[in-house]
């Protein structure tokens, strides 16, 4: 479960689909909402959720790759875990 965000844009987005100040491509927006509502399963299983997704280990940092149209990647959701609890939830994306 999402405990705190480092992005207020991605908060928002998440929150209340404000989408306007999110620097990733309208078509990559699905991908970004889906993987930040599986980030915020209370049952959030850090193993379950690598099996989905491309998830990369940085540093102390997991990246979670976000794609256009489900192929081209674009950029990341990155975020720290312990447990079932997620934190510093931010995003990088390609060129910005």
Not at 27 to 43: E, K, S
Not at 83 to 90: A, E
């Amino acid at each position: 479960m999402i405990d705190s965000f480092t992005s207020l844009v991605l908060q928002a987005f998440y929150e209340v689909g404000e989408y306007s100040d999110l620097p990733f491509p309208p078509t990559a927006l699905q991908n970004v909402f889906d993987i930040l509502d599986d980030l915020n399963d209370p049952y959030f299983s850090y193993r379950d959720f690598s099996g989905v997704w491309t998830v990369h280990h940085y540093e102390g940092i997991e990246q979670a790759v976000v794609t256009v149209n489900g192929v081209e990647p674009c950029g990341a959701i990155t975020f720290t875990y312990q447990g079932n609890h997620v934190f510093n939830v931010d995003c990088f994306v390609e060129g910005v």
